[in-house]
């Protein structure tokens, strides 16, 4: 009480200069050019009081009223907002150098994890080193290939869990057993072992971490409005993630001490771990020690595993939702591939409707409603507006999948328009893009698309799902919890019926 007590004294006696500051950088930036249009900022404040505890959507009916390129003053920080395809691609694509650069949240710079992290450094040298790593040993083709046997064996686990669930009629909780599953499959690729059990506990307190760092790194922070704020810390928010990280790191530094002190062979393994170990001085001399390997595993199991899982329990939530969905689905998994074979990564090029599925489910619940925020390197022109050099920039694909005008009955969940219209996920169309465009785009989507499809396909292969307690379709709760990612607020829980 007493540290809350003189932070508001403090904020009382500087509220003057904060106001002094807001009237300055008002006058800059109109000097600098005409900003896009948007709400009249209040003193101090500015439009902070309109974003609310879900700020996609706030900042969706927003731009209702000024428009897909927006401006808002966010306590001291100018922000833009981009709400349509059309001025995304600008942004992300033909103006992508100039935007490529983030803006970085306060929280995330705990234990100095954003100074070697992938989504967060600039794209310079260091970025261009890690992200070559991954391309090339995690999620290229030919690595991807490789480990297909892996993630069979790590969905055919899944599917035995689910089985025994079945036969004593208890509910399986989707995103808990999704999240597991893609979190082993990560550790089994990355350390050869798994790190979460099924039937243990211990999966819902990683995924309780992994969730809470997400909230943390995207929530609401006054110290990313007030940067002269951010020394303090008022809310804690970096003081917890370090906490949070620091989890994880442990867990990291038990993996690495083990096979550093192992007397066996791994080579053979060939995991990404004994990759790094062995190439701890690149060509390009960026040297990659023990904290930049635990910085890029937190920033792998994090997006990763949530991302995925996410996506799983919201596609089986929508299809619960919709029975006739569901059948449809289910039929289609029945037909091409049969209840006997396994589901194989192969298949998935002959389930347009299951591919369909996933697409929908990207629009309307996009694993990071507004990416990652970027910031503008240099004073740019956009759309006949000014963009001031260090602003930051939000691209809300949220509201891009909410938008009457770009699809038809938008918050209806019909994975039928998919067939009609061709629109791909991967960065060329701009109406979708979950995993983001430009060279920043999310090195991890190949992975991603691969464990998506194969789990959900295999989860209506080999049973009926329904809902417990005799609840209906409508009454399953849809509430989100807003963080760098959208998870589902309340879990989904269904009882699995095996198809005999």
Known sequence: MEFFSLLLLWISVTLPLFFLLTVVAGHRSHSQGLLPPGPRPL???GSLLQLGNKPHQSLARLAKTYGPLM???LGQVTTIVVSSPEIAREVLQKKDAAFSSRSIPDAVRALGHADISIPWLPPAKQWRSLRRICNTELFNSQTLDAHQSLRRQKVQELLSYISDR????LPVDIGRVAFTTSLNLLSRTIFSVDLIDLYSESSQEFKGVVLEIMKEAGGS???DFFPRLAPVDPQGRRRRLAALFKKMEDIFDEQIDRRLQSKEEHQASKDFLEVLLHRQVQQDSFKIDRQVMKALFVDLFAAGSDTSSSTVEWAMTELLRSPRCMAKARDEVAR????????EESDIGQLPYL???VKETFRLHPPVPFLLPRKSESTVELHGYTVPAGTRVLVNVWAFGRDGEVWPEPNEFKPERFLERE???RGRDMELIPFGAGRRICPGLPLAFRIVHSMLASLLQKFDWKLPDGMGPRDVDMTENFGIT??????LRAIAVSIA
């Open 43 to 45: 003193p101090v404040v």
């Open 486 to 491: 959208l998870a589902k607020a309340v879990p």
């Open 71 to 73: 401006s808002l003053r």
């Open 221 to 223: 922070n006054l110290s």
């Open 423 to 425: 629109v791909d996920f």
């Open 166 to 169: 079945s036969l004593k009629g």
């Open 355 to 357: 591919q369909a599925v």
């Open 336 to 343: 091409v591939i049969g209840r006997e074979k396994e589901v």
